[in-house]
């Protein structure tokens, strides 16, 4: 019996590989901006425009490589708004969404500059 879960693991690792696992951009997008979730505030800007504004910037970044730099997701506030510009820096700004409560996320933890 060992030996045929030892299989399964076989056909099904590389599967889990390729589908990917955690949080992607959309659902990142989502939580920050979404009524249903966080529900933080564009100023004049419907929610569904900054979804799929959050959610471009997002996946193009996703396609460049590059490094975080001085990027920092946690920093709080206006000024603090980045663009994110890598894959690396989205993947920091994913972290930070993931991490946050809705509270923090409204406070100005995660923001982006759309």
């Known amino acids: 019996m060992s030996r045929a879960w030892a299989m399964v693991a076989l056909c099904v690792a590389p599967l889990a590989l390729t589908t990917g696992c955690g949080t992607n951009c959309n659902e990142?997008?989502?939580?920050?901006?979404?009524?249903?979730?966080?529900?933080?505030?564009?100023?004049?800007v419907p929610t569904s425009e900054t979804i799929d504004r959050c959610t471009n910037q997002c996946r193009s970044a996703l396609s460049q490589v590059g490094p975080v730099g001085d990027y920092s997701p946690f920093a709080v506030g206006g000024a603090s708004q980045q663009r994110i510009t890598n894959e690396r820096q989205a993947a920091a700004w994913m972290d930070c969404v993931s991490s946050r409560s809705c509270e923090q996320l409204n406070a100005g933890q995660c923001n982006l500059e759309l």
């Open 28 to 44: 990142s997008c989502i939580r920050v901006y979404d009524a249903n979730e966080c529900d933080v505030q564009s100023p004049g």
